[in-house]
């Protein structure tokens, strides 16, 4: 993991924390969280989040927790702990042993309540949901006290009990922070704190029949950790008032302070995981880690590494706006990562028998490969060459194009470590497709020289038909085909095309028992990585993403504007 010198910071909120942890604030500690709910799969937006609250305490020496943040029952489960667990791991991060729920807090923020009772600042209300809203005012208009707003401290105790011991049906009444009706922002208008919800909690079963707000629960939650600096996203800026106000007046003798920072957004790809719920439920995609998907299972499964996505994290840096990132970005960074660890390998996606008539009927030869030209430590592999190949069949034109150097009628061309080859004869079916062609070979360019110093203006990969393994290549496409999806019918806006599968594809010997999980760059073809649900008998290879970087170009078209 990247070093970073905390003297030095590099963005607004690394500023703050150096500053806390010079003027010994805190005692100097630094101490973070990761706050998800869950209620899904954590995606590419969370990686954000957790690259950030993680680094930091790993930057100044602190910790960071992982804190559920499970006070909804109604939609929360098991299943999105353990995955939201296994991702943080995945990423890289380790929380040790701090580990929590919000959950666990539930009896002191219980005796938070009554505090706050007891105080005179909080209160029992039997406004319905809709007098509520009615009451609440908006932007411009301020709201009107609840005409229970001023029953006395015993009665609200009594009531606030009664809520607790399930003597009140849902919707009967809730508990309000006391704060101010004709306050600017809408959080302060005496908040609901708690309500009724005569549901079970995935961990505290039955127990409870009253459930804490978020802004409340969060804020306490942050300070019974002892929390330094709680990192969330811009949406929450209207609320920190609301998160001082509750530490305020219960005066907790440690106020975490809260710093927002802008949410990650990408271009093509939807974020919100109630969205993203719908995709999965309404089996858009083949569940939350397909690999369409903007999770960390997707992408997991895409073949993109943990390497990558933290560098993605840090370039995008830290802003106080919202902002949509280029996704043509994060795939520069998959490549980046990809390109220095990816063995090279050859694949035919779509075969196109290739016969070398003058080549021995029963010879193999095996040729030296490079692994890596990045990284001369991969070493070399032998790919088998005989007498019968597959090409690529985008690598052959009939009728050739004026900038189409590849394969044509009487054309000389390379194959990638083998010899120079050039086609005599095409062979077509009764529907006049093409269906095999007939080459020579030159057998003083072995290895793909020429000795004679000729040039040949195309190399193609290829592999020996008999030594081939067969294998279903599945290519995706990004998952939507607006740059911004959104709106009422968001889902109209999905990619029709994000899915091509390959049945027939031929690929090199040396791909036999490739491991789920194994990550090679197909030669001239792209990233690909063996999918997780692959087996010996059957290889399927995920398209991690193509090889052209259009984000350079669009860098580049960048500077030669500025
Ligand atoms: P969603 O809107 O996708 O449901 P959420 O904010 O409700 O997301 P949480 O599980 O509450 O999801 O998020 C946990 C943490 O991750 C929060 O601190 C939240 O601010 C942060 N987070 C969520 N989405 C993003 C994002 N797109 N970019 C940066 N941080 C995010
Ligand atoms: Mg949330």
Redesign the pocket.
Known sequence: MTTVNPNVPTDFIRTIVTADVQAGKNGGRVVTR????P??YL?I??A??ICLNFGVAQEFGGVCHLRF?DTNPEKEEVEYVESIKEMVRWLGFDWGDKLFYASDYFDRLHDFAVELIRRGKAFVCYLSADELREYRGTLTEPGRDSPYRNRSVDENLKLFAAMRAGELEEGTCVLRAKIDMASPNLNMRDPVIYRIKKVEHHRTGGKWCIYPMYDYAHSLSDMIEGITHS???LE?EDHRPLYDWCLDTLETPCHPQQIE?A???LTYTV????R?LELVTGGYVDGWDDPRMPTLAGMRRRGVTPEAIRDFCERIGMAKRDSVVDVAMLEHSIRDDLNRRAPRVMAVLRPLRVVIDNYPDDRVEQMDAINNPEDASMGTRLVPFSKVLYIERDDFREDPPKKFFRLAPGREVRLRYGYLITCTNVVKNAEGEVVELHCTYDPATRGGNTPDGRKVKSTLHWVSAAHAIPAEVRLYDRLFNVENPGGEDWKTQLNPGSLEVLTSCMVEPSLAGAMPGSRYQFERQGYFCVDLHSSPDKLVFNRTVGLKDAWVKIEQAGTERA
């Open positions: 990761f706050p998800p709910e209620n899904g995606h937006g969370h954000k989040s943040d990192l969330c996203t929450f920072f949410r990650l957004n974020m919100s995981k109630r993203l």
